[in-house]
T-cell receptor, first 117, second 110 residues
Framework: DAMVIQNPRYQVTQFGKPVTLSCSQT?????MYWYQQKSSQAPKLLFH???????NEADTPDNFQSRRPNTSFCFLDIRSPGLGDAAMYLC????????????????FGAGSRLTVL | QKEVEQDPGPLSVPEGAIVSLNCTYS??????FMWYRQYSRKGPELLMY????GNKEDGRFTAQVDKSSKYISLFIRDSQPSDSATYLC??????????FGQGTRLTINP
């Protein structure tokens, strides 16, 4: 089945120790997103790639970086995790990036839950 | 004022009850209205979406949009324990990115 796979599902790190989360997709979608979701809150968009074009949200801290080496893979790097970065990180994909020709339906992975000690 | 407001609950109802989940929004540019279901410790999955005003039915689920009131609803008939999850509304229009509601945590009690 075509899907979005995130690894690891659970990540424990120490304060300040860099972390990389990965996402792969078999949907051949053009757009890949990274969201941060804290408990009982809406997912917050960090950035997205439309093909190779990187789009950062204005309020995304510099501590968060992303790489998309090819269509199928996208990585989230947290350079120096703080206690406030503990959250569920969701990767999502979509065919397009706007509602130009239909609903922009996102397909999400299962998420990577980050704990910072 | 947030672009999308959604009561976080929690909402607890007995099995078989009709559930009504709602969101209000402020941006009249929104054209597509979606509902995502998120089980505990999982990613959201699309439940259904509607375009513009009106109703859309899919099995036990009905999505309703009232653009004049900027109000959207999701109804669940004959609710089951397996419907227990967090339900997120999500809206977008034109070139705007998707905006999520906070999510309503729903529990269906056997």
């Amino acid at each position: 089945d075509a899907m979005v796979i995130q690894n690891p599902r659970y990540q424990v790190t120490q304060f300040g120790k860099p972390v990389t989360l990965s996402c792969s997709q078999t949907l051949n979608h053009n757009v890949m997103y990274w969201y941060q979701q804290k408990s009982s809150q809406a997912p917050k968009l960090l950035f997205h790639y439309y093909d190779k074009d990187f789009n950062n949200e204005a309020d995304t801290p510099d501590n968060f970086q992303s790489r998309r080496p090819n269509t199928s893979f996208c990585f989230l790097d947290i350079r120096s995790p703080g206690l406030g970065d503990a959250a569920m990180y969701l990767c999502a994909t979509s065919r397009g990036a706007g509602a130009v020709s239909g609903a922009n339906v996102l397909t999400f992975g299962a998420g990577s839950r980050l704990t910072v000690l | 004022q947030k672009e999308v407001e959604q009561d976080p609950g929690p909402l607890s109802v007995p099995e078989g009850a009709i559930v009504s989940l709602n969101c209000t929004y402020s941006n009249s540019a929104f054209q597509y209205f979606m509902w995502y279901r998120q089980y505990s410790r999982k990613g959201p999955e699309l439940l259904m979406y509607t375009y513009s005003s009106g109703n859309k039915e899919d099995g036990r689920f009905t999505a309703q949009v009232d653009k004049s009131s900027k109000y959207i609803s999701l109804f669940i008939r004959d609710s089951q324990p397996s419907d227990s999850a967090t339900y997120l509304c999500a809206l977008h229009g034109g070139a705007q990115k998707l905006v999520f509601g906070q999510g309503t945590r729903l529990t269906i009690n056997p």
